[in-house]
């Protein structure tokens, strides 16, 4: 079992920088790939990014390209978002996620309780 806790939600102007967080309980966070998704209201979740067991790197939202920025510290078992140049269509709650495997599958079988982004324009 594991158990994600995202943090580093909250409301920010258009144009400006947050980080979200997120940690893992378990021991073997190296072993995992963890991801972020986000669900907007009306709208379904979809993923933004994500970074595999071995580090490599996928940003899937392509509005987020450029600006958001996936990564990993498994010496503290965190893996960060961070998203520069917000829009309000950046709003959202987002979602820390992981699976037990070398790449983040569609649909992780681990999630968070999620954190609100709100972009004021």
């Known amino acids: 079992q594991v158990q994600l806790a995202e943090s580093g939600g909250g409301l920010v102007q258009a144009g400006g920088s947050l980080r979200l967080s997120c940690t893992a309980s378990?021991?073997?966070?190296?072993?995992?790939?963890l991801g972020w998704f986000r669900q907007a209201p009306g709208k379904p979740r979809e993923e933004v990014a994500a970074v595999a067991r071995g580090g490599g790197t996928r940003v899937n939202l392509d509005s987020a390209k450029g600006r958001f920025t996936i990564s990993r510290d498994n010496a503290k078992n965190m893996v960060y978002l961070e998203m520069n140049n917000v829009t309000p269509e950046d709003t959202a709650v987002y979602y820390c996620?992981?699976?037990?495997?070398?790449?983040?599958?569609?649909?992780?079988?681990?999630w968070g309780q999620g954190t609100q982004v709100t972009v004021s324009s």
């Open positions: 996620a992981a699976d037990f495997a070398g790449v983040l599958t569609t649909r992780p079988k681990y």
């Open positions: 378990r021991r073997t966070f190296s072993s995992l790939a």
